[in-house]
Nanobody
Framework: QVSLVESGGGLVQAGGSLRLSCATS????????MGWFRQAPGKEREFVAC????????NYADSVKGRFTVSRGNDKNTVYLRMDSLKPEDTAVYYC?????????????????WGQGTQVTVSS
């Protein structure tokens, strides 16, 4: 069992930045690809970004490429999402996710573990 706890959400003006963190439990952190998804009101949960077990490979949704950066600290069992140039349409609950297979990291149905989510609100 893997426990995921997000932090770092909040209210920010358009053009601003936030950094989300996801702390995990257990000694199995390095066996999982880690990712971020988001869900806006009335919409389905969507993929944002993921990072491979070593941190050497990343994948991003087109909507966040060039603005968001995903990274991980295996020594701290933590994954991060740096969000720059935020837009009102980035407003959502952001969820941390753990998946065994890197090539399935963008698929909601293939995620093994989810965090509880953290709210990000971007005002115009």
């Amino acid at each position: 069992q893997v426990s995921l706890v997000e932090s770092g959400g909040g209210l920010v003006q358009a053009g601003g930045s936030l950094r989300l963190s996801c702390a995990t439990s257990g000694r199995t952190f390095v066996t999982y690809t880690m990712g971020w998804f988001r869900q806006a009101p009335g919409k389905e949960r969507e993929f944002v970004a993921c990072v491979s077990r070593s941190g050497g490979s990343t994948n991003y949704a087109d909507s966040v490429k060039g603005r968001f950066t995903v990274s991980r600290g295996n020594d701290k069992n933590t994954v991060y999402l740096r969000m720059d140039s935020l837009k009102p349409e980035d407003t959502a609950v952001y969820y941390c996710a753990a998946v065994i297979d890197y090539y399935k990291c963008s698929r909601t149905d293939d995620i093994n573990y989810w965090g509880q989510g953290t709210q990000v609100t971007v005002s115009s």
